[in-house]
């Protein structure tokens, strides 16, 4: 596993934000949810594209707390254009589980 100093961590800006809206995105290569993430006053609401079909469905989405990497610059999507990389882990059978804080924290606030 390759290593990287800690400054090279702290570029990487990893924020909260709550899931405000949530679509299906059948336009994708790949079964995906378009999302919008709400991170408060500071960074507003952020688009994203989540291949995370297997786990979630729209509706199950929206008012969850999500993490994201929020200092990518923008990506094509297809027809869409993603802001921010919403973070998560395989699962056992390959499926994303989306990380999240497991205690209530405000809205943009970044990882330490």
């Known amino acids: 596993m390759a290593q990287i100093s800690f400054d090279d961590f702290l570029k990487v800006d990893i924020r909260t934000g709550e899931v405000v809206r949530a679509e299906p995105f059948p336009e994708a290569r790949k079964p995906a949810i378009k999302l919008w993430v709400d991170f408060g006053e500071e960074l507003g609401v ?61 809205k943009g606030v970044r990882l330490m």
């Open 46 to 106: 952020k688009k994203s594209s989540a291949q995370v079909t297997a786990q979630y469905t729209p509706e199950s989405l929206v008012g969850r707390t999500v993490m994201a990497v929020v200092n990518f610059p923008p990506r094509q999507i297809g027809p869409f254009m993603s802001e921010i990389l919403v973070l998560g882990f395989e699962d056992e059978s390959g499926a994303i589980v989306l990380a999240a804080p497991d205690k209530a924290v405000p």
